[in-house]
Nanobody, 122 residues
Framework: VQLQASGGGLVQTGDSLRLSCVAS????????IGWFRQAPGKEREGVSC????????HYADSVKGRFTISRDNTKNTVYLQMNSLKPEDTAIYYC????????????????WGQGTQVTVSS
């Protein structure tokens, strides 16, 4: 089982990006998919997560109102739409999966991919 994040890039403040998290080796169904990010010299932090059994979502305060997490069952993919990007959003973004409900405890997640770099210039 592997999750692969993609869609990052170099953008300017106020721009948008859509990240994709594609699962291989498993059909995403009941688990929770979380998006995390890690900036240089900082701890990995949870950004958003979605529980695929009931579509409940959660957002970190730092991204609430700007980011939207969604799913496409036909593509076995979870997206993170990021609008109004700020320089402080610059980080490597990862997706991962866990059995159970919404959580930002990284140790409870598995199937981490390599991440995708998001750089927001001011």
């Amino acid at each position: 089982v592997q999750l692969q994040a993609s869609g990052g890039g170099l953008v300017q403040t106020g721009d948008s990006l859509r990240l994709s998290c594609v699962a291989s080796g498993i059909t995403l169904n009941q688990e929770t998919i979380g998006w995390f990010r890690q900036a240089p010299g900082k701890e990995r932090e949870g950004v958003s997560c979605i529980n695929l059994s009931d579509d409940k979502t959660h957002y970190a305060d730092s991204v609430k109102g700007r980011f939207t997490i969604s799913r496409d069952n036909t593509k076995n993919t979870v997206y993170l739409q990021m609008n109004s990007l700020k320089p402080e959003d610059t980080a490597i973004y990862y997706c991962a999966r866990r059995a159970g409900g919404l959580s930002y405890t990284a140790s409870g997640y598995g199937s981490w991919g390599q991440g995708t770099q998001v750089t927001v210039s001011s």
